[in-house]
């Protein structure tokens, strides 16, 4: 009995001793695995599948903020009705979260209505286009309207030191080529 119990005592260590060296070193996927698993893809594949949808050219800023990122992918998503529809493209930086950015695009049939709450200020890109600053749930997004898009322009706002709304505008305005 002794003995059993000794041995079941034993197992039950090891197995907590697996438990825990385990999940110590469990690391978490990198970027290049998670990002496709839920639909991303190179910006590249992205851009042709959305130009495909909807029989048109897609222009993105040529401009990025001037901050560091690792990865940037793309993921056009073709929801069953076009209201859903949309493209994206994430920048991101694996070693500093708060490195994030983010272009959505939909058409303008479709847009995000602009809630006056969440606005902070008006701009005129270079177009003569109106372009709305606001903050929404930690984010700072320029939004704005061309050709049949519209476009959102979103950073953290941990970076609002380093990404002005005019860093935003002068991204905006690079669309224009």
């Known amino acids: 009995?002794?003995?059993s119990i000794s041995l079941l005592l034993?197992?039950?260590c090891l197995l907590f001793f697996?438990?825990?060296?385990?999940?110590?070193?469990d690391k978490p996927s990198p970027y290049e695995e998670i990002y496709p698993e839920i639909g991303y893809k190179t910006v590249e594949d992205a851009v042709d599948d959305f130009e495909q949808h909807f029989k048109q050219k897609l222009k993105l800023p040529l401009r990025i903020?001037?901050?560091?990122?690792?990865?940037?992918?793309?993921?056009?998503?073709?929801l069953e009705s076009d209201i859903n529809d949309s493209f994206e493209v994430m920048f991101i930086n694996d070693q500093l979260?708060?490195?994030?950015?983010?272009i959505d695009v939909?058409?303008?049939?479709?847009?995000?209505?602009?809630?006056?709450?969440?606005?902070?200020?008006?701009?005129?890109?270079?177009?003569?286009?109106?372009?709305?600053y606001m903050t929404i749930s930690g984010?700072?997004?320029?939004?704005?309207?061309?050709?049949?898009?519209?476009?959102?322009?979103?950073?953290?706002?941990r970076v609002s030191d380093k990404v002005t709304p005019e860093t935003l505008l002068d991204i905006a305005n690079s669309i224009d080529y």
């Open 97 to 102: 979260s708060e490195n994030h950015y983010k």
């Open 18 to 25: 697996l438990t825990i060296y385990a999940t110590a070193n």
């Open 1 to 3: 009995m002794t003995r």
């Open 139 to 157: 984010f700072n997004v320029l939004v704005f309207e061309r050709g049949d898009w519209q476009y959102m322009l979103s950073i953290d706002k």
């Open 106 to 132: 939909r058409p303008i049939k479709n847009n995000i209505p602009i809630r006056e709450k969440y606005v902070i200020k008006t701009f005129e890109l270079k177009s003569g286009i109106v372009a709305t």
């Open 10 to 12: 034993i197992s039950f």
């Open 65 to 78: 903020p001037p901050i560091s990122f690792t990865h940037h992918f793309g993921r056009f998503s073709d």
